[in-house]
């Protein structure tokens, strides 16, 4: 508990002395104070008791927050949370160390917003109250804006009301929604409460399923955009192209994951019946993504660009793995989560490194820069196989387990759960795996091989400060030093992903406990399906 | 995290390997062979991070590889008729419920030892080894430059082969499978300033993608209808329901042929591999044409009892392959770069294979493979040792009477080798092999297929054509050659050359072609012909097994006892001479198969189908022989006036044009499936940008503009300084703090 807090605070701490320090020390604090927070959190991790049992520890307290409606400060995790807490406070030291030489301007205000937006997250993934959640979950888009609006590319200010204007307004849906259910806790009990495992087991036991059809479609279009979701991805690559580069890569490695676990966390829990319902639409609205993005990254020629929008389609399969509703599917979507997080942040650490060199982004103008940067390309290399998913390392397991989640979620029962999709929507998330590699192969060949093309002269460049940057030299020590760790969790996690797989597995079964009835029920609501699944002879063969 | 003690009990456990009792110790070692290549990766990565500029890589992966190969040298004494799971550590493993069969998924690091399994590797590893040897003079010109990047990606690529092969469950395979990929297409791309190389390498690696959905998705087929993806629980499974009519079961082997034809360059898959050729030339041997490219074979071959529940898909591998046997050749009678001829011909000889397994001769198939491996590494290592003498020259017009050349007498003789064996010339390796497959053919249950038996003898005729197409234009006749315009490293250092110190007057030999006065071509080093002699010997006694039953008809054919005993030969009823071998019976039958031949009723010609294809082939392949010889060594001049006549008929102008710009596949998959998606992709993209973001979310309009306004202020540098944009955003936070307790109050 003591180390929970002490992560959160020291970022905080760290916020508050480097507003009065010089402006030097600046990014030095940031470092120290997030590496502080890592080791925090590491330390919590270490002696985290419940990894293979999937409990939250500690158990919430009672430690008041707001009295009156009895909202608390309750902090825990679980394995699932804990895991991208993990990530989150693993990121962060490389947003701020990688940011070291980019940004040169207003250097107090951006560490310090990194620092808020670093607790904020920390915040939301350890709360037990859905309402500290909320906060933490809503705040972490001031820092965010700011980062954005002040360090930001020239569309920035479009780039940061579209972010706002976005995911404020999916944030009602969301906030709303929980309002709604702690209101008829109230109502019910005569009780108030927010921590999360009271309402949801109050929510899908006692709600009618046409509530909680309406309570899952309001959770999911809440959370939806900061997925994002086809179609309301729109905001993300331009946030991702307007940002400098310590943004994107938090925007994608952490912040997006807050949708996902938001649905993972609230949504599924919660409206069991609502999820049975509305997998399908939304696993629907899944696969287009995959392919919907994936085409539009093809003809990206704007390489953060192409980066951005491969998220759309990357967190599309990560979410079809979710609404498969089975342990294979779910278990692959949350080590999805953390795969994106890693190879998609560095995918952008690259490209900014590469951006401090030229400030040139669009592969029209660069490209062929192995030539000038062995290393950088290697590394680019990497993180390109880490995100189409070769096998042996990190991005594979995610993927191939959200498709074949996604494959075995047939009426069937065998698996002991049934589930609404199946090989139809395998096969067209899957054609992802090719598409993928179409435009990430592109994206290599282009900007890392090929002919070596460099923008003849820079000096006109928007960053007056080339001062700092590194020149054309390939990556310094202290780049590479920050690339190594990402790569070597990618390898470890691809060569030995049990650990992690054995730790999320008994969440996930917690979290879907209530999906085979539910699922049975809907089932049987649709005749057709029914029918089919009576159809399948192997139902008895197997028994 | 709890990560630490479990992978060190692993680690612990790969020194001990777990192993049935029965089995031989030595087979405990057996993940040395994958160990070593990845070994030796590793170390290049290091010599690469150290900038090591010396031999020091090759010297390494030599030495890895070496010990790979001495590894299965060793398992190939010991390995039994059992198979034998060894396993290294876990990797996708868990359970969920009350872990029953349906409950659970486990794709451990298993190897799965039999006969087949290092079998394959014995070639793979092998090869492996003398390929890096040669490679080891060829790349000498990037010492320092890429040469670490290439044995780097040569090892990652012997590793992945080898998960590919000895991997115990499909999952291990997939790794494996995208592993050689990936080694593929960092080697294909080893030129990676040079726009043509990057494009082919993506070429492969996008079109192998296809096949790997297949593969991916007959993989989650099989666990959904067998509940296992292991090899050895899978066999359980299937011997225990063996002939399921689902369609859950009957796809499977059609999603695993997807990633076999795309693996093993077949149609419609087939056209990454001619471009391909853009790699180094050790790479195109090693990787497309000996090994790599055999893995389709392997992957059906492995999952035989998987193919014969369905004779349809059975039948259609075989069309797949005789088609493509015929389509390649073809084109390769067609085409001037000798790089790009040996490559459509591996294309047809992998058709060939294909055209065996679809005809139940999984023997035959793999026999194919094990006698090509050799005959076509030597071809493209021959090919190699003239393209680095000549100055990247590869164009058999341009190239003419070498084995008169001082320093190309052993490398000619051995190219026109080779020809001979890729001609399948009576009583070669291949012409064993390549019989094995036809007699099949003729003789299967499946009258489906015997009209691929002439289609078969046809190819055997144009082969021997193209073949020797190529062996008498180049190696025979005057002495007449062009030097190419690259430098050996195609990279604009352009000091490829001088490395040797003998000839350092090539800078200007892009303007001087035909002044042959100013080059001489640099015959090769030992580094490159004792591979050369070491992988010839090889190719001639890969016939040793044929040779050996046609003396002595008790004896069982050496390759026909590793592939029977193995899963490739479980339910044999598909197999043409009916034989139903197992895996408790099979030595038995082994001998079984070989009477088999004597007593089928199959008559082709009024012959037993054993003798008529000997005697057809035979034909076929002087015949071929005698037509090459007359166009191109004897009257060169009539080869190219048969051309103009072709060309000058309406009526025969688009076989010449059709054949010389290989089918215009390569456009038709262009218009048909490359420009229609990426029109769909712009399409889209403006759609997204403009439509749904401007229309739509711009439209609600106000709400971003109030926005704009409310922080204009902050960031628009009106108002600097920290202090003033963090209380703001402190004055936020706690309004929606007072928001949501007056929200939560009502």
């Avoid at chain 1, 309001?218 to 939806?224: D, H, K, T, W």
Wanted: charge should be neutral; hydrophobic fraction near 50%; glycine fraction near 10%.
């Amino acid at each position: 508990m003591n180390l929970i807090w002490a992560s959160i605070l020291i970022p905080v701490a760290t916020a508050a002395v480097i507003a009065v320090a010089n402006a030097r020390a600046a990014r030095s604090l940031a470092a120290v104070g997030s590496l502080a927070s890592l080791g925090a959190l590491a330390a919590f991790a270490w002696q985290f008791p419940a990894w293979s049992t999937g409990a939250v520890f500690p158990e919430p307290c009672g430690c008041a927050w707001l009295d009156s409606i009895n909202a608390t400060l309750g902090v825990g995790f679980d394995s699932v949370s804990l895991m991208l807490a993990l990530l989150e406070a693993f990121l962060i030291p490389i947003c701020v160390i990688g940011s070291w030489t980019a940004i040169s301007d207003r250097q107090r205000e951006y560490y310090g917003w990194f620092m808020l937006l670093h607790a904020s997250i920390l915040v939301a993934f350890a709360a037990r109250d859905v309402l500290l959640f909320y906060v933490g979950y809503e705040f972490t888009l001031v820092p965010l804006l700011f980062i954005i609006a002040i360090w930001g590319g020239p569309e920035r200010r479009q780039a940061a009301h579209k972010l706002f204007l976005y995911t404020f307004l999916g944030s009602l849906f969301f906030l709303g929604s929980i309002l709604f259910v702690g209101w008829q806790h109230h109502a019910s009990t005569g009780l108030w409460s927010w921590d999360m495992g009271t309402l949801s087991s109050f929510a899908s036991a006692r709600l009618p399923a046409n509530t909680q059809f309406w309570l899952f479609a309001a959770l999911l279009a809440g959370f939806a955009v900061k997925v994002p979701l086809f179609p309301v991805h729109t905001w993300l690559p331009l946030a991702h192209n307007q940002a400098p580069t310590a943004g994107s890569v938090i925007l994608a490695g952490t912040l997006l994951k807050l949708g996902t676990y938001g649905i993972f966390r609230l949504a599924l829990p919660m409206a069991p019946e609502g999820g049975a319902a509305l997998a399908v639409v939304a696993s629907v609205l899944c696969t287009v993504a995959v392919v919907y993005a994936a085409l539009i990254c093809w003809v990206q020629t704007d390489a953060k660009k192409l980066v951005a929008y491969s998220s759309v389609s990357h967190l599309g399969i990560c979410m079809l793995g979710l609404f498969a509703l089975n342990p294979v599917g779910a278990q692959g979507s949350v080590l999805y989560m953390i795969n994106h997080g890693l190879s998609t942040g560095a995918l952008f650490l690259l490209i900014g490194m590469a951006y401090e060199r030229y400030h040139v982004k669009d592969m029209d103008q660069i490209g062929g820069l192995a030539k000038r940067m062995p290393v950088w390309a290697f590394f680019m290399v990497f993180f390109t196989m880490s995100s189409i998913g070769l096998p042996g390392l990190n991005g594979f397991v995610g993927e191939y387990l959200c498709l074949f989640g996604t494959y075995i979620a047939t009426g069937d029962a065998s698996t002991g759960y049934p589930g609404l999709l199946g090989p139809g929507f395998a096969l067209v998330a899957g054609t992802g795996l090719i598409l993928g590699a179409m435009y990430m192969l592109l994206l290599v060949g282009r900007y890392v091989f090929g002919p070596l093309r460099e923008p003849k002269d820079e000096s006109h460049g928007k960053h007056a400060h080339d001062d700092h940057g590194a020149g054309h030299g390939d990556l310094t020590g202290r780049e590479v030093g920050l690339l190594v760790p990402l790569a070597l969790v990618c390898l470890f996690i691809g060569v030995y992903p049990k650990p992690m797989l054995q730790a999320i597995g008994p969440v996930v079964e917690r979290t879907l406990a209530p999906y085979p009835a539910a699922v049975e029920r809907t089932l049987k609501s649709q005749p057709q399906a029914a029918e089919a699944a009576k159809a399948e002879p192997k139902e008895d063969d197997r028994g | 995290m709890i990560a630490a003690p479990a992978m060190l009990s692993s680690v612990l456990a790969l020194a001990e390997g777990p192993l049935d009792a029965h089995a031989a110790p030595e087979l405990r070692w057996a993940g040395l062979a994958l160990l070593l290549p990845l070994l030796s990766g590793v170390l290049c990565l290091l010599c690469g991070w150290m900038k090591v500029r010396s031999k020091l890589p090759a010297a390494l992966t030599i030495a890895a590889l070496g010990g790979a190969f001495a590894t299965i040298l060793r398992l190939q004494g010991v390995v039994g008729e059992t198979p034998v799971v060894i396993n290294l550590f876990d990797w996708i493993s868990w359970t969920w419920g009350d872990a029953s069969r349906f409950h659970g998924f486990t794709a451990n690091v298993d190897l799965y030892v039999d006969r087949l399994t290092v079998f394959w590797m014995l070639f793979v590893t092998g090869l492996g080894t003398l390929i890096a040897l040669y490679a080891s003079e060829y790349m000498e010109s990037d010492v320092g430059k890429g040469y670490t990047r290439f044995f780097g990606a040569v090892s990652i690529f012997l590793f992945a082969m080898g998960c590919l092969v000895m991997g115990g469950n499909l999952v291990m395979l997939y790794l494996g499978w995208e592993g050689v990929g990936l080694a593929s297409y960092l080697l294909i791309g080893y030129y990676f300033t040079k726009p043509e190389a990057v494009a082919a390498a993506k070429k492969a690696f996008i079109v192998n993608r296809i096949g790997d959905l297949g593969l991916a998705l007959a993989l989650f087929l099989t666990w959904q209808c067998y509940g296992t993806v292991e090899y050895a629980a899978l066999w359980k499974a299937i011997e225990a329901a063996p002939a399921s009519s689902e369609w859950t079961a009957q796809a499977i082997p059609w999603l695993l042929m997807l990633g076999a034809f795309g693996k093993s360059a077949q149609l419609p898959l087939y056209v990454w591999l001619p471009d391909a050729m853009e790699g180094p030339t050790p790479v195109s041997a090693l990787i497309h044409a000996a090994t790599m490219v055999t893995a389709g074979v392997y992957l059906i071959a492995r999952m035989f009892p998987l193919f014969v529940v369905n004779p349809d898909a059975l039948a259609a591998v075989a069309w797949v392959g005789g088609l493509t046997a015929l389509l390649a050749a073809t084109i390769g009678m067609a085409q001037y770069d000798m790089k790009r001829i040996w490559a459509y011909s591996t294309i047809s000889q992998l058709g060939y294979m294909f055209l065996g397994l679809g005809v139940g001769t999984t023997f035959g198939a793999s026999y194919h493979v094990f006698t090509h491996a050799f005959f076509k590494a030597l071809l493209f290592l021959t090919a190699g040792a003239v393209m680095h003498g000549f100055a990247g020259q590869l164009d058999i017009r341009k190239l003419s009477g070498l084995l008169k050349v001082p320093g190309f007498r052993l490398v000619s003789l051995l190219a026109v080798l080779g020809c001979f064996w890729l001609a399948a010339f009576p009583f070669t390796a291949a012409f064993f092999s390549k019989d094995e497959i036809l007699v099949s053919a003729f003789t299967a249950k499946d009258e489906r297929v015997h009209l691929l038996g002439w289609i078969g003898l046809v190819v055997a005729a144009l082969t021997a054509y193209y073949t020797f197409r190529v062996g008498f234009r180049v190696f025979f006749g005057p002495v007449k050659y062009e030097p190419g315009d690259e430098h050996h490293g195609h990279d604009d250092h352009g000091h490829g050359h001088d490395a040797h110190g003998s000839h350092g007057s090539h800078g200007s030999h892009g303007s001087h072609h035909g002044h042959h006065a100013e080059f001489h071509p640099h015959g090769p080093r030992w580094a490159i012909r004792v591979p050369l002699v070491l992988i010839a010997v090889g190719a001639i006694l890969a016939g040793w097994p044929s040779y050996r039953t046609m003396l002595n008809h008790d004896e069982p054919n050496w390759v026909k006892t590793q592939v029977v005993q193995s899963s490739a030969y479980q339910g044999g009823s598909a197999d043409s001479h009916g034989s139903h071998a197992g895996h408790d019976e099979s030595s038995n039958e082994v001998a079984h198969a070989e009477q088999a031949h004597a007593d089928h009723g199959h008559l082709v010609l009024g012959m037993d189908a054993h003798t008529a294809v000997g005697r057809l082939g035979s034909l076929a392949c002087i015949a071929g022989i005698l037509v090459s010889l007359y166009l191109h060594l004897i009257n060169r001049g009539a080869a190219d006036a048969l051309r103009r006549t072709l060309m000058g008929s309406i009526a025969t102008r688009w076989i010449v044009v059709g054949a010389e710009r290989k089918w215009m596949v390569d456009e038709f998959y262009d218009w048909v499936i490359r420009l229609p998606l990426r029109l769909i992709a712009n399409i889209l993209s403006a759609i997204d940008e403009l439509l749904l973001d401007a229309g739509i979310v711009n439209g609600l309009g106000a709400l971003p503009a109030a926005v704009g306004r409310l922080f204009r202020p902050l960031y628009g540098g009106v108002v600097q300084g920290y202090a003033v944009t963090m209380a703001g955003g402190v004055a936020l936070v706690a309004a929606w703090v007072i928001w949501i307790w007056l929200r939560g109050a009502n």
